[in-house]
């Protein structure tokens, strides 16, 4: 069971309540495309993704970018029971998509690099703690149903 | 994974654009790290004081972007170039070279926050192979 501080879970709806998922599903996906290519592997079927230009301008990483901020916002919702909450998702990237854990980890990063761009000084070592706690333990959840 | 000359361009060109809030840069990074990674705060337990901004974490902010901007100006031959460095971590310091990654990330998180518009995918990607790859220099003398 893991325990949030009121700062912890202040931190976290703050963050997501004023988040453009737009914006920032599309730039932590593309970033995550670029800077570590190999994660390219999953997106077979994107269409364009042969440099930094055209992952930045396609249309389905802008797309997938969104529902991977989606998928974290429920767990941002449901903080107090994320390994439930991610359960059937846990499956469904294990099973269904493949998806070697390790990539969570990647795009979490990416993700960070973004939300610290989107609020600069806003972003305090505090508010980075807790915001990559609870990325820590999404990523966990995710990967409880792999075996 | 060694570094292209657009690599190299990519980072002497952020590095000209960010090296005059060194200083502060190293600062953010360290106290990041001290704050998000708690764990390496084991290697400074010598010091008085470990808060974000504290004397000592603005100190050796300041010395590590030292070595850093002295690894850019080294970038086309990191493993001779900081061998002095290496076997001061391999020997004396000890670090972890896990902590690397660590504090290279929190680079990266400050130089987005201060740096948004410079910071782009493509320096992003270039800044995160530099510091792997000096990662991997400073590494060189452990065994």
């Known amino acids: ?147 | 994974m060694s570094l292209s000359a657009k690599d190299k361009a990519a980072v002497r060109d952020l590095w000209s654009k960010v090296s005059g809030k060194a200083d502060d840069i190293g600062n953010d990074a360290l106290s990041r790290m001290l704050v998000v990674y708690p764990q390496t705060k084991t290697y400074f337990s010598h010091w008085k004081d470990l808060s974000p901004g504290s004397a000592p974490v603005r100190k050796h902010g300041k010395t590590v972007m030292g070595g850093v901007a002295e690894a850019v100006s080294k970038i086309d031959d990191l493993t001779s170039g900081l061998l002095n460095l290496s076997e001061l971590h391999a020997f004396q310091l000890r670090v972890d070279p896990a902590n690397f990654k660590i504090l290279s990330h929190n680079i990266l998180v400050v130089l987005a926050a201060m740096f948004p518009n410079d910071f782009t995918p493509e320096a992003h990607v270039a800044m995160d192979k530099f510091l792997s790859a000096l990662a991997l220099a400073l590494a060189e003398k452990y065994r």
């Open chain 1, 1 to 147: 069971m893991v325990e949030w501080t009121e700062f912890e879970r202040a931190t976290i709806q703050d963050i997501f309540t004023n988040m453009n998922y737009d914006v920032v599903g599309q730039q932590s996906l593309a970033r995550c495309l670029i800077v570590y290519p190999w994660t390219q592997r999953y997106f077979g079927k994107f269409g364009n993704l042969y440099n930094a230009a055209a992952i930045m301008g396609n249309p389905m990483v802008a797309a997938h970018g969104k529902v991977v901020l989606r998928g974290l916002e429920k767990a941002a919702k449901n903080m107090d029971n994320i390994k439930a909450t991610y359960a059937d998702l846990s499956v469904l990237h294990s099973e269904k998509l493949h998806v070697d854990p390790d990539n969570f980890r990647l795009l979490g990063d990416c993700l960070t690099v973004v939300v610290a761009a989107q609020l600069g000084a806003a972003f305090t070592p505090e508010a980075q703690a807790a915001f990559q706690k609870f990325l820590a333990v999404a990523i966990s959840s995710l990967r409880r149903q792999y075996h």
